[in-house]
């Protein structure tokens, strides 16, 4: 499944490189989605030590929720099972 996450994750972050300004629809695996806007991306890590066996760097993007404006994080670990952008389907 890391797979099938890490690629729909890549596809998402290549998409909104070229749709910096879309509204995007993201939808979890119960069907519940999220209206937003892309704020940022940048690499972050599982909070171990470098040197720690597991450690692991990825990227981030962030989005910013249109309803309350409260930012949330999507990485390949917290992917959503759907994401659309102003009503063309990504993945």
Known sequence: MAN???ERFE????FI???INGKYTLYDN??????????????SDNGL???EEGYEEYQ?????????GDLFEV???QIPVKAVCDGEVIY
């Open 49 to 51: 030590d470098e040197d």
């Open 60 to 68: 981030c993007i962030a989005f910013k929720r249109i309803s309350d």
């Open 17 to 19: 490189h070229s749709h």
């Open 4 to 6: 099938v996450n890490l």
């Open 30 to 43: 119960e069907g519940k989605s999220v209206e937003a806007v892309y704020d940022t991306d940048y690499e």
């Open 75 to 77: 990485n390949y670990h």
């Open 11 to 14: 596809a998402l972050l290549s």
